[in-house]
């Protein structure tokens, strides 16, 4: 099983602070990772797929880049609606996996 | 406009069964793969099963041999057929359409609770 493990869990953050989240994968999955946004008593939505392609409707502060095993999501200048947890996950075999998830808390 | 739409969870008792239902508008379930994800209680999210266009399925060990995906496209709906239930499967059950590969359309979710 790939196990994808985000760094960090928790963070606070300030509107308009630049923020990056990490996932890492215990073996190298190509650019086979997409990102997620859930925000509180909503469900998933699709922010990044293969590791740095956007998503039509996505705000452009929104970016991703890596590969193999080491995956970013950078959020540039973040706004206040920002606030909610944000999964990685792999579909580069079976069983398909997510990260653990990190909530961002805006100040 | 794209929508899926999950129905059919509720309380059960330890060992009992539920069919879950993912009705899809604005696309056929049968061009795409199909995927059902739960999150238990304050927790992440698990992948459990998927379907794909040539009707393979998968499942996460977890609930292989207890679970079973389907889908009818006559009535365009995806399934998720639940038997002999634990407290460990309590969760919000969503149905997600794939598109290459990443979920790029899910349901609001239905709620699974498994209790005596």
């Known amino acids: 099983e790939i196990v994808l493990t985000q760094s960090p869990d928790f963070q606070s953050v300030t509107p308009k602070e630049k923020v990056t989240i990490t996932c890492r994968a215990s073996q190298t999955i190509g650019i086979s990772l997409h990102w997620y946004q859930q925000k509180p008593g909503q469900s998933p939505k699709l922010l990044i797929k293969?590791?740095?392609q956007s998503i039509s409707g996505v705000p452009s502060r929104f970016s991703g880049s890596g590969s193999g095993t080491d995956f970013t999501l950078t959020i540039n200048s973040l706004e206040a609606e920002d606030a909610a947890t944000y999964y990685c996950h792999q579909s580069s075999g079976f069983p398909i996996t997510f990260g653990q998830g990190t909530r961002l808390d805006i100040k | 406009e794209v929508q899926v739409v999950e129905s059919g969870g509720g309380l059960v008792q330890p060992g009992g069964s539920l069919r879950l239902s993912c009705a899809a508008s604005?696309?056929?379930?049968?061009?795409?793969?199909m995927s059902w994800v739960r999150q238990a209680p304050g927790k992440g999210l698990e992948w459990v099963s998927v379907i794909y266009t040539g009707g393979g399925t998968y499942y996460a060990d977890s609930v292989k041999d207890r679970f079973t995906i389907s889908r009818d496209t006559s009535k365009n709906t995806l399934y998720l057929q639940l038997k002999n239930l634990r407290a460990e499967d309590t969760a919000v059950y969503y149905c997600?359409?794939?598109?290459?590969?990443?979920?790029?359309?899910w349901g609001q979710g239905t709620k699974v609770s498994v209790s005596s």
């Open positions: 293969y590791a740095s």
């Open positions: 604005g696309f056929n379930v049968n061009t795409v793969y």
């Open positions: 997600a359409r794939g598109s290459s590969l990443a979920f790029d359309k």
